[in-house]
């Protein structure tokens, strides 16, 4: 299997991952009318396609080895597939509520947020897993993504005119965040021991865990919706080529952000709270479309503008401090 020998190339998987986690979204802001809960089926086939086709390409660069995806798929333990297999369930939860929240809040407030605080708990965690990397830079870089977090917030709360609307975008971002945050440690978990799986083997088994937790959770949310009618399964059949086509590419940017992660992470110098932490700079990634492409604070005030501009500045400030972790030492 594909596997970087060196940081440089380790560090362009990592950018490379931000860059899909932070981009695939604009397919669901490009689906018009079209419910979220309609979109995320496209999105997970999207998802475990990808995983499929990574597998038997870059995957499967060696036939036979201990390391090739399929050999690697043989040899894993059941413990190790079911630490894979729940990582996609943790994640696929805390996702959907990141999709609800960008309907309601958009991609300027959910990512920040959301994925702003799973960076911060999912980078302590992975830590603790695997120490990997100088504290000081990761944690100081973490600290100043706080801080943007906050900043975000609060200009969201100047332009916002509905309380209710607010507070319900920014509580569905808190509990994406959470739940983002607690999905990698299954995952670099299955990376290591005895018998472990390879980045390849842990994502297609991840997809998997996806595909399997989308069919209740989905459907509760399109009988329970958080906005809106209930919406059915007549509902995403009548959906035209184009939305399915953006829905499934949408699945197949983050699939590719996620290998690229979960690569990166298997290189022992940079590490899993490293690879994770770099990759959710997706959150700057997002609020660059959200703020300059999407118009989402086209009519925010000077100090809403003001807090963006901070938020902007924390948040590359922190990434920077994360990028030098791994290299740099005291």
Request: glycine share 10%; hydrophobic share 55%.
């Amino acid at each position: 299997m594909f596997v970087p020998t060196t940081y440089a190339v380790a560090l362009v998987m990592m950018i490379l991952s931000m860059v899909c986690w932070g981009s695939w979204a604009n397919t669901q802001k490009l689906c018009k009318n079209w419910r979220f809960e309609l979109f995320y089926w496209d999105y997970v086939w999207g998802i475990l396609l990808i995983c499929v086709f990574m597998g038997f390409t870059l995957g499967t660069t060696s036939p036979g080895s201990p390391d090739s995806f399929m050999t690697n798929l043989e040899l894993a333990d059941a413990h190790h597939l079911m630490l894979a297999f729940v990582g996609g369930i943790v994640f696929n939860i805390a996702n959907i509520l990141l999709v609800a929240a960008i309907a309601i809040a958009g991609l300027a407030v959910a990512f920040p947020i959301g994925i702003g605080l799973a960076l911060v708990i999912g980078s302590i965690l992975n830590y603790i897993i695997t120490p990997a990397g100088n504290p000081l830079l990761l944690f100081g870089g973490i600290a100043l993504v706080c801080v943007a977090i906050v900043l975000d917030a609060m200009a969201y709360r100047r332009i916002s005119q509905d309380l209710k609307l607010s507070t319900k975008g920014i509580l569905l971002s808190v509990l994406c965040g959470v739940g983002m945050g607690l999905f990698y440690p299954f995952v670099a978990k299955a990376l290591t021991g005895p018998h472990h799986l390879g980045p390849y083997t842990v994502a297609y088994v991840f997809g998997i865990g996806v595909l399997v937790c989308t069919v209740p959770m989905n459907y509760i949310f399109m009988r329970r919706p958080v906005s809106g009618p209930p919406v059915g399964f007549g509902d995403y059949l009548k959906g035209s080529k184009s939305l399915h086509f953006w829905g499934v590419l949408g699945g197949m940017i983050w699939g590719v952000g996620t290998i690229s992660n979960f690569v990166a992470s298997y290189v022992q110098m940079v590490g899993p709270a490293a690879s994770y932490s770099l990759g959710q700079g997706a959150t700057m990634v997002s609020a660059i479309w959200g703020v300059f492409v999407w118009k989402e604070f086209a009519h925010a005030d000077r100090s809403a503008k003001r807090l963006l501009a901070l938020m902007f500045a924390f948040f590359i400030a922190g990434l920077i401090l994360v990028a030098l972790a791994p290299v740099v030492k005291f």
